[in-house]
């Protein structure tokens, strides 16, 4: 591996602008160099190989042009029988590896279901990158980290790149200004009740305990508007922990998580739960106010231990025995425009297991289907009017050294030709009121629609 050295700055935001409209480029960061915690960020583009899974179970495998098709219902597993022994010695955590996104209904496969909704996208997009750029900022270093299996052509391009930036390193860019999106729900009120109502009769008749009732809004966007000016319109009024840009092969994934799904650093898993909300407070005594009375919450404190029971169940599977802890639980965090409950699980990976191996078992995250996971994701797909295409999927990546991470990809946008998709949601137990439930998905999601354009209806 090929370690070179680029001056540093406090995000890598202004390295990635230079490549933010290219093939596959992708940027995983927490938007705020300063918060706790978080000492690393990458980026990349121009991937040696993509795998895209498409709607009927199939793999498209695509390299130096050419494409290859390959049937499977489980494009994880696939995926990792093609992996490369953990490299050793690579004190960063990307290097080289596998990166991008799965769709929410890549899980159905998994789990022997299939979905009555078209997905407007290919169902999993993961690229191979073997270079990237890795900054530091607990030492304040920037790296340009390039693969011994980097190909020549891509090589020169890199190598290209990088003298490029190093002889004239990139400033903050003020993103071009962009039209008002006109945003429109596609969930009317009264169909959403219809539909919450629907719901609440399974919780009822004990088909399940829980289950992540969502809607979707929409906004016509012109072509000539870049990727990268919606999202640098989106992270400059938004700061999440777990972060993506992804530009797919007939996608682009913009995201603004605030939710971890599953870390894994030399053998040790993480995975933090969010389930119960509240918006923040106009002033410093309500915000108090309203994370205290969601932290003393009986409904929402319940909710999150069911979903912390399912997580505890999937991480298990690939666990070694006796590893799996609750150090917190239901632990009220202060994001952006809400307030959730946020609860940790960890466990240390048993011998034979891989990352991708967790990452399967667990997908779709139990935060956003409910409880039972099977039976409440059937009746989602019974009850929702169209796909979630990447939202409620994950976004990950996993080193060639064997670490991996993922976020839940709740506040995220997906670009298509033409328009852009947002989603919110809740999670729907016995004594969930259909109203508070409907404002509560729109809360969610009215920072990221405000900061692009406006809202009409509910």
Known sequence: MQRLELPYTTTARPYFATLANEVGAIWFHSGNPAREGHRWEWCSAWPETRYRMLDNQQVECEQQGQTTLIDTPDFLSWLAARQPNPVTGCDLPFSSGLAGHLNYEAGYGLHGLTSRHPSPTCLASIDRYEWSLVLDHQQQRAFLCVSEHLSDSLRQR???????????????????????????????????????????????????????????????????????????HLIDRIQAPYAVYHRAAD?????????????????????????????????????????????????DRAENLMIVDLLRNDISRNARVGSVKVPELCKPVAFSNV????????????????????????????????????????????????????????????????????????????????????????????????????????????????????????
Not at 256 to 268: C, L, Y
Not at 270 to 295: N, V, Y
């Open 251 to 299: 996608h682009t994934l913009m995201s603004v998580s605030p939710e971890r799904f599953i870390t894994i650093d030399q053998g040790h898993i993480t995975t933090q739960p969010i389930k119960g909300t509240r918006p923040r407070g106009a002033s410093p005594d309500e915000d108090q106010r309203l994370s205290q009375a969601l932290e003393h919450s009986e409904k």
């Open 158 to 232: 890199v190598m290209a790149w990088y003298e490029t930036v190093r002889r004239r390193p990139p400033t903050p860019e003020v993103p071009p200004p962009i039209e008002s999106l006109a945003w429109r729900s596609g969930m009317s009120r009264e169909t959403y009740q219809q539909h919450f109502a629907a719901l609440k009769e399974y919780i009822l008749a004990g088909d399940i305990y829980q289950a992540n009732l969502t809607r979707p809004w929409y906004a016509d966007i012109e072509p000539g508007v870049s990727d990268w000016s919606v999202y640098s």
């Open 339 to 458: 307030h959730h409950l946020v609860s940790t699980i960890t466990a240390d990976l048993a011998t034979g297991s891989t990352p991708l191996d967790v990452l399967r078992d667990a997908f779709p995250g139990g935060s956003i289907t409910g409880a039972p996971k099977r039976r409440a994701m059937e009746i989602i797909d019974e009850l929702e009017v169209c796909a979630r295409g990447p939202y409620c999927g994950t976004a990950f990546w996993l080193s060639d050294n064997g670490s991996f991470d993922s976020n839940i990809l709740i506040r995220s946008l997906l670009r298509t030709p033409g328009q852009l998709m947002c989603s919110g949601g809740g999670g729907i137990v016995a004594d969930s009121i259909a109203d508070d439930e409907y404002e509560e998905s729109a809360t969610k999601v009215a920072h990221i629609l405000n900061a692009l354009g406006t809202v009409s209806g509910g």
